[in-house]
C-alpha cells in the first residue's frame, strides 16, 4: 500500500495554522473527503470551538474515530529547522506541528476507510469521526459537549479508536487501553506581610505552607493495581514574595495537580488535602479543577481488534499501558463505549521539530483498516 495518499493528507493538514481552538480549516478538508465516501456531515460548533461529527450508516455497532485538529504554539520560528506549518519530508520523517499530535493520525483514519470501504461498502454497522478542535486547550466545548448532544438524541458509540500518539519506540508497541483521572488545585495561603526584622509582627505563608507541603508530598496516596501506578502529587507552580529581600510576604500561591488511579477518587483526594491543611492550622483559599475520571477498557472487542491488527502489521502484539496524560477518552468512556488509544510514536510531541516517520503513517493507516474489517466484516 502506497503511503502517498495518507502523507499527502496529513501535509495538508499541517499547513494550516489551527493553533487551539483554531480549525483553520482542518475539519472543512477532512468533512470533503469522508463527505465523498458518504459519511453524513454535521458541524458541532459551540462557542469559538469547531467540531465535526461525520457517520456513515445508521444501524449499530458503531465504531467511532476520536482525534483532534488543534494544536499547540509552535514557539519561535527560528528555533525550528523547517516553519512549523510547512510540512518537510526529510530523511525519512514529515516535520510540522502535529504531525504526530495529531494529524498524521487523522490522515491515517481517513485513508483507512477509503480502501476499507472500497472493498467493503457493504459493511455492518456505522462507522464515525469525531473531531474537535479543543483538545488542547480547556477541553470544554469540543468531545464533551459532542457527546452530551449524541446522548441527548439517544446516539451511542460501542467502539472509540482515538488517535492519540501512544507509540514509544516505533507504532503498534503500546496501546492505552485507560487514562489516570486528573485533579488541579490552586491553594491560596494566607499570611501578614510584614519587614523581616520583625517576624513577630507578620505572618509568613511560606514558613506556615512549608511542613503541610512537606506531608503532602511524601504522602502515600494508594498502592496503585495492575492496572494503573500510584497515585502521584505534583507541585508544578509555587509562588510568593514582593520581590524585595527584606519583606515577608503576605501570601503563597501553589499550583498542584494528581493523577490518580482507579484505587481512589477525586472526592477522597480532595479531603485528604484538605484535612492536612487544616491540621496545619492554615489560612487558605483552595479552587478544586477535576480533568476527568480514570477508565479502563478490559478485554472485549475492541482492545481485541486493535491488538490483532497491530499484531498483523508489526509481528508483535502492543503493550498495554495507562500512562500519560489526559485524552479526549474521558470524555467517551463514561458512556459505556470501549475507548482504546492507537497512535504514532510520542517522542517528539509539543516540541520543536515535532516529527511522525513516513512509513510510520503508512502502518498506522493499515492498523486503523485492520481494526474496521475485524470489527464491520460479518
Known amino acids: ?103 498524521g493520525s487523522l490522515a491515517a483514519m481517513v485513508t483507512a476507510c477509503e480502501r476499507f470501504l472500497a472493498r467493503r461498502p457493504d459493511h455492518r454497522g456505522s462507522i464515525a469521526f469525531l473531531v474537535t478542535s479543543d483538545e488542547e486547550g480547556p477541553a470544554v466545548d469540543g468531545t464533551v459537549r459532542v457527546v452530551e448532544t449524541l446522548a441527548a438524541r439517544g446516539e451511542r458509540i460501542d467502539w472509540a479508536l482515538v488517535g492519540e500518539p501512544t507509540a514509544e519506540r516505533e507504532v503498534g508497541d503500546v496501546v492505552k487501553n485507560g487514562r489516570r483521572g486528573s485533579l488541579g488545585g490552586r491553594l491560596r495561603v494566607l499570611g501578614r506581610q510584614g519587614h523581616v526584622a520583625y517576624p513577630d509582627k507578620a505572618d509568613n505563608p511560606i514558613h506556615r505552607f512549608a511542613p503541610a507541603l512537606a506531608e503532602l508530598v511524601a504522602a502515600r496516596w494508594d498502592e496503585g493495581n495492575e492496572h494503573f501506578p500510584p497515585t502521584t502529587f505534583q507541585v508544578s507552580n509555587l509562588r510568593a514574595g514582593t520581590g524585595a529581600g527584606n519583606v515577608i510576604p503576605g501570601e503563597l500561591e501553589a499550583w498542584f495537580n494528581f493523577r490518580y488511579s482507579t484505587e ?54 502492543p503493550r498495554l499501558s495507562t500512562s500519560g496524560g489526559t485524552s479526549d477518552g474521558r470524555f467517551i468512556a463514561p458512556t459505556g463505549a470501549q475507548v482504546v488509544e492507537l497512535g504514532p510514536c510520542n517522542a517528539t510531541i509539543h516540541q520543536v521539530d515535532e516529527r511522525v516517520g513516513v512509513t510510520e503513517l503508512e502502518r498506522l493507516s493499515r492498523m486503523y483498516e485492520g481494526v474496521l474489517e475485524r470489527l464491520l466484516v460479518p
Request: hydrophobic share 45%.
Open 1 to 103: 500500500m502506497s503511503a502517498g495518499p495518507t502523507l499527502e493528507l496529513a501535509r495538508e493538514l499541517i499547513r494550516r495554522p489551527s493553533v487551539t481552538p483554531d480549525d483553520a480549516g482542518c475539519q472543512a478538508l477532512l468533512a470533503e473527503r469522508l463527505g465523498r465516501l458518504g459519511f453524513r456531515i454535521e458541524p458541532m460548533p459551540f462557542g469559538a470551538v469547531h467540531n465535526l461529527w461525520a457517520r456513515r450508516g445508521v444501524e449499530g455497532p458503531l465504531l467511532c474515530f476520536v482525534g483532534h485538529t488543534d494544536v499547540v504554539p509552535p514557539g519561535p520560528r527560528e528555533a525550528w529547522r523547517h516553519a512549523p506549518f510547512e510540512p518537510v519530508v526529510e530523511g525519512g520523517f514529515l516535520y510540522g506541528r502535529g504531525a504526530a499530535d495529531m494529524k
Open 264 to 317: 481512589t477518587t477525586a472526592e477522597a483526594l480532595q479531603e485528604r488535602v484538605e484535612a492536612t491543611l487544616a491540621r496545619h492550622g492554615l489560612r487558605y483559599e483552595l479552587a478544586w479543577e477535576h480533568a476527568g475520571a480514570p477508565f479502563l477498557t478490559p478485554e472485549g472487542e475492541l482492545l481485541e481488534a486493535v491488538r490483532a491488527a497491530v499484531a498483523a502489521v508489526t509481528g508483535r502484539e
